[in-house]
Nanobody, 125 residues
């Protein structure tokens, strides 16, 4: 599975961005797709995930109510709509895919099998 993330950029606090992650290859094996982020000097942290078939969504508390994850099965693409952005949202955002059910460990990076290259999101104050 190959993942291509895009959509990052520089935005002022309070603004919005939409990230996209296009999957190719063995996409029929996908159970979950997730977004993580990593700021300089910090560990990679869970942002959001979606169950590919049923569409169940999961969010980190820090983004709940501001970010929305969605998917387009016909395009094998997952999106992350980010609204009301804050300077602390600044990070490299990565998409990832899991090839088995990971409901109980969905927030752990080690639960995911393939990763995209990352896209930089910078929120200025």
């Amino acid at each position: 599975v190959q993942l291509q993330a895009s959509g990052g950029g520089l935005v002022q606090a309070g603004g919005s961005l939409r990230l996209s992650c296009a999957a190719s290859g063995r996409t029929l094996s996908t159970y979950f797709m997730g977004w993580f982020r990593q700021a300089p000097g910090k560990e990679r942290e869970f942002v959001a995930a979606i169950r590919w078939g049923a569409g169940d969504t999961y969010y980190a508390d820090s983004v709940k109510g501001r970010f929305t994850i969605s998917r387009d099965n016909t395009k094998n693409t997952v999106y992350l709509q980010m609204n009301s952005l804050k300077p602390e949202d600044t990070a490299v955002y990565y998409c990832a895919t899991a090839l088995r059910s990971i409901t109980t460990t969905i927030r752990l990076p080690s639960s995911y099998h393939y990763w995209g290259q990352g896209t930089q999101v910078t929120v200025s104050s």
